[in-house]
């Protein structure tokens, strides 16, 4: 299983930045696909995630309203738009596959995640 973040970069508040997860390796149709991401010094935390088979979506109160988690099937690839950006949202973004959801809402570890993208938010 292989999951590749990318679309991070440098960006300044207030501006936009769209993550792509692209999945391999796995029948993506039977996977949850979460956000995650881990500041430094700060342990990780999830963001949100969409189930594939339905595309139901949950979000944390911590991005809910700047942040959208979106998906393509026939990528195999999962996308977080990321709006209105701030300083503290500087951090490393994974995204992680959970089989069948069986942690939504991050109530467990997932099973597999990527090794994550850089966004880097100036003032």
């Known amino acids: 299983v292989q999951l590749v973040e990318s679309g991070g970069g440098l960006v300044q508040a207030g501006g936009s930045l769209r993550l792509s997860c692209a999945a391999s390796?796995?029948?993506?149709?039977?996977?949850?696909i979460g956000w995650f991401r881990q500041a430094p010094g700060k342990e990780r935390e999830g963001g949100s995630c969409?189930?594939?088979?339905?595309?139901?979506?949950y979000y944390t109160d911590s991005v809910k309203g700047r942040f959208t988690i979106s998906g393509d099937n026939a990528k195999n690839t999962v996308y977080r738009q990321m709006d209105n950006l701030r300083p503290e949202d500087t951090a490393v973004y994974y995204c992680g596959a959970d089989h069948w959801g069986a942690g939504w809402g991050f109530l467990r570890e997932y099973d597999y995640y990527g090794q994550g993208t850089q966004v880097t938010v100036s003032s």
């Open positions: 390796g796995l029948r993506f149709d039977e996977y949850a």
């Open positions: 969409m189930a594939i088979s339905d595309g139901t979506t």
